[in-house]
Structures are given as structure tokens and as C-alpha cells.
């Protein structure tokens, strides 16, 4: 499985910006999409925005003109503006991409990254 290098997070205050970075430790033999989750303690992750190997994104409603996802094969990175308290979460690359070996898909993650918006 690739591995993924998560950085950036921090502490912010609102109406401030942050960004995130996720690299593959290795070259990913073809990418399927590239997705940003986040996860509050004792709720589910959710997805927040992903970009698709053609470059088309999407994003949830809730970060919609303020969240920025961006990347290429084997780099994504989330520019994230105007942040809000309830954007505070700890942050998760994932990446879909196609196994060389056997054409199969395969899923990978990132450590996490905490990101605090204070009020």
C-alpha cells in the first residue's frame, strides 16, 4: 500500500487560513481521485472535497467557496480560507488509485492532521 505524508494544520483564528499537503511516498502507478475527509471526536468522517484524476472537483456544502483542493499524480493539497470553529477537525488525505500489479483499486490514508479554529 502507498504511504502518505500528511503535513500543515495548526491553530487558527476565525476567518483565517490554513493549508493541508498529502504526498505518496512513492510513485502511484495511476490515480483514480484524490479526497479530503475530516473527522470531529465521536462522529463520522466526511468527505470535504475531492478531485478527480481530470481535475473535476467537488466539495461539501458546509466548505464550499472557501475550501481549495488542488494536485496532480501524487501530491493533493487543501487550501482552506475563511475558516470557522466548526471547521475544526483532524484532517485525512485518501487517495483511489490503480494497482500496476493487478489492475485492482486500492485505498490509501493519511495520518491526520489537526486543524483548531478558535472563535
Known amino acids: 500500500q502507498v504511504q502518505l505524508v500528511q503535513s500543515g494544520g495548526g491553530l487558527v483564528q476565525a476567518g483565517g487560513s490554513l493549508g493541508l499537503s498529502c504526498v505518496a511516498a512513492e510513485d502511484i502507478f495511476k490515480i483514480n481521485s484524490w479526497n479530503w475527509y475530516r473527522q470531529i471526536p465521536g462522529k463520522e468522517r466526511e468527505l470535504v472535497a475531492s478531485i478527480r484524476s481530470g481535475g473535476s472537483t467537488n466539495y461539501a456544502d458546509s466548505v464550499k467557496d472557501r475550501f481549495s483542493i488542488s494536485g496532480d499524480k501524487n501530491t493533493v493539497y487543501l487550501q482552506m480560507d475563511n475558516l470557522k470553529a466548526e471547521d475544526t477537525a483532524v484532517y485525512y488525505c485518501?487517495?483511489?488509485?490503480?494497482?500496476?500489479?493487478?489492475?485492482?483499486?486500492?485505498?490509501?490514508w493519511g495520518r491526520g492532521s489537526q486543524v483548531t479554529v478558535s472563535s
Open positions: 485518501n487517495a483511489l488509485y490503480w494497482d500496476s500489479s493487478d489492475s485492482s483499486i486500492q485505498t490509501a
